[in-house]
């Protein structure tokens, strides 16, 4: 289920931005919307996937471990 506070304060900042974004490159409003929702959206989808990854925020590394691979000996 959503968080409604979180979800209104994620609309909220997406609102302020846009206006402040048409208003300095004079869009339309709608438009700078689309982008700044978007790019939100494309954001967490990135954060998402980068903090899954190993070593990310929810797949951590322990001290003992190391992401690089062991050298081979010819």
Excluded: C, K
């Excluded at 609102?15 to 339309?28: D, G, M, R």
């Excluded at 939100?40 to 322990?62: C, L, Q, R």
Aim: aromatic share 10%; net charge negative; no cysteine.
């Amino acid at each position: 289920m959503i968080d409604i506070r979180g979800f209104i304060l994620g609309l909220s900042i997406a609102i302020v931005v846009a206006v402040l974004v048409s208003f300095f490159t004079h869009l339309p409003y709608w438009v700078s919307l689309g982008i700044v929702i978007f790019a939100m959206v494309a954001n967490s989808f990135i954060a998402e996937m980068e903090d899954n990854m190993p070593g990310g925020f929810n797949n951590p590394i322990d001290e003992g471990q190391s992401m690089q691979r062991p050298v081979e000996d010819d």
